[in-house]
T-cell receptor, first 114, second 114 residues
Framework: GAGVSQSPRYKVAKRGQDVALRCDPI?????LFWYQQALGQGPEFLTY????????KSGLPSDRFFAERPEGSVSTLKIQRTQQEDSAVYLC????????????FGPGTRLTVT | AQSVTQLGSHVSVSEGALVLLRCNYS??????LFWYVQYPNQGLQLLLK??????LVKGINGFEAEFKKSETSFHLTKPSAHMSDAAEYFC????????????FGTGTSLTVIP
């Protein structure tokens, strides 16, 4: 079946612009995760949803970052007033269970802030 | 808190040679451990996972890893490297307490020399 999809795959934003990144998880997957992967680094946790509930947002780096999953399926990660340090690949993952111990990753969105 | 250290950011092996990618973890409770592979411009693909069952875990593409509690290690091996194994490899840890938050290492880039 279809895997996790993300759009857009590439996004260039000027500093100060707002961006919205979309994640379509695998159908029926309960858990959804967002990670930020800086160049040459491993992914770092941003936030986690169980269905529509955002249960953990401890990894969001600032209040400019906001994520939602209103119907428990598609999720959007929004970054307001983008800064150069926001340039990274943003990965979405979903998991069939509440435990999240087998996460399936999307291809990511590469955000470049100029 | 959990963390992962991957020794060697770059590893080169000859085609047909043994692949050994090192991962050491830190966890105050029994960990769950994972290896993911990332090809250029793609998301992370799960190679194998350890979740407190057998300590020798077999994964896809001929890879396996052994959980050694005394050494706090979870090294990834493959007896014979193939050109298609060239990619970035990430080790990750979580546990039944943090549950859903994965902590990734900084990755090891594997080059296979023909």
């Amino acid at each position: 079946g279809a895997g996790v999809s993300q759009s857009p795959r590439y996004k260039v934003a000027k500093r100060g612009q707002d961006v919205a990144l979309r994640c379509d998880p695998i159908s029926g997957h309960v858990s959804l995760f967002w990670y930020q992967q800086a160049l040459g680094q491993g992914p770092e946790f941003l936030t986690y949803f169980q269905n529509e509930a955002q249960l953990d947002k401890s990894g969001l780096p600032s209040d400019r970052f906001f994520a939602e999953r209103p119907e428990g399926s598609v999720s959007t990660l929004k970054i307001q007033r983008t800064q150069q340090e926001d340039s990274a690949v943003y990965l979405c993952a979903s998991s069939r269970t509440n435990s999240g111990h087998e996460q399936y990753f999307g291809p990511g969105t590469r955000l470049t802030v100029t | 808190a959990q963390s992962v250290t991957q020794l060697g950011s770059h590893v080169s092996v000859s085609e047909g040679a043994l692949v050994l990618l090192r991962c050491n973890y830190s966890s105050s409770v029994p960990p769950y451990l994972f290896w993911y592979v990332q090809y250029p411009n793609q998301g992370l693909q799960l190679l194998l996972k350890y979740t407190s069952a057998a300590t020798l875990v077999k994964g896809i593409n001929g890879f396996e890893a052994e959980f050694k509690k005394s050494e706090t290690s979870f090294h990834l091996t493959k007896p014979s490297a193939h050109m298609s194994d060239a990619a970035e490899y990430f080790c990750a840890v979580s546990d039944h307490l943090t549950g859903n938050q994965f902590y990734f290492g900084t990755g090891t880039s594997l080059t296979v020399i023909p």
